[in-house]
């Protein structure tokens, strides 16, 4: 009695969808350039929160969580390419690419708002010596929002810079995702 033969489909799969190049020549491309700068500026906002010893853990819980998640997530993103693994993994890597980073955008884009009203709600504190004494006293101005946060210089001006990285990396995120919903179509 023979075996049945083997049924071609059941033994092979289809190759992986990926339009990238694989390799260091992913870094020549746009998206590659792309995913280099959302390590970079992601990683300088993970620095710059975490160096302003995060006063407000409330508001900069979120942005120290997406931006240490999303510069791993990205890293791994781009050894994967520059390593060559992605031929090697059986999926749609034009559509993982797209859902990646719409939702690193997503939660960036909140990050970015977050860090913002942070910032931007610095009640003015400042330490004011009074006349005739040798005693100072913290004066506050009155905040024009719900939300009221006291940051020395250094900790504003940390998180000033914070907010501006965080603010560019959600662009590269738009941009690579705009340019990955259009590999993905081709």
């Known amino acids: 009695m023979s075996e049945p033969a083997a049924n ?3 033994t092979s799969f289809p ?7 694989l ?17 970079l500026f992601g990683g300088l906002v993970w620095i710059l929160v975490a ?16 931006s ?13 390419l520059v390593t060559g693994l992605a031929d090697r ?19 960036y884009f909140a990050a970015f708002v977050l860090e913002a009203a942070t910032t931007a709600a ?5 330490v004011k010596q009074l006349n ?26 940390i998180n000033v810079a914070a907010t501006i990285f965080a603010f560019l990396v959600t662009l590269c995120y738009g941009c690579s995702m705009v340019m990955g919903f259009k590999r993905w179509k081709m």
Do not use: K
Request: aromatic share 16%; with cysteine; proline share 6%.
């Open 122 to 126: 610095n009640g003015g504190a400042y």
């Open 51 to 66: 160096s302003s010893n995060v006063p407000v853990p409330l508001l900069q819980g979120w942005v120290m969580f997406v």
């Open 15 to 21: 190759a992986p969808t990926i339009s990238l190049p």
């Open 89 to 107: 993994i059986n999926t749609d890597w034009n559509f993982l690419d797209v859902f990646y980073h719409f939702l690193a955008l997503l939660f």
């Open 8 to 10: 071609p489909a059941a």
């Open 132 to 157: 005739n004494t040798t005693q100072n006293v913290m004066c506050i101005t009155y905040p024009r929002g719900n939300i009221f946060t006291v940051l020395n210089d250094n900790q504003y001006s």
């Open 68 to 80: 240490v998640t999303t510069f791993f997530l990205s890293s791994a993103y781009l050894a994967l």
């Open 23 to 39: 390799g260091l020549e992913v870094l020549r491309t746009y998206s590659g350039a792309l995913v280099c700068l959302e390590i």
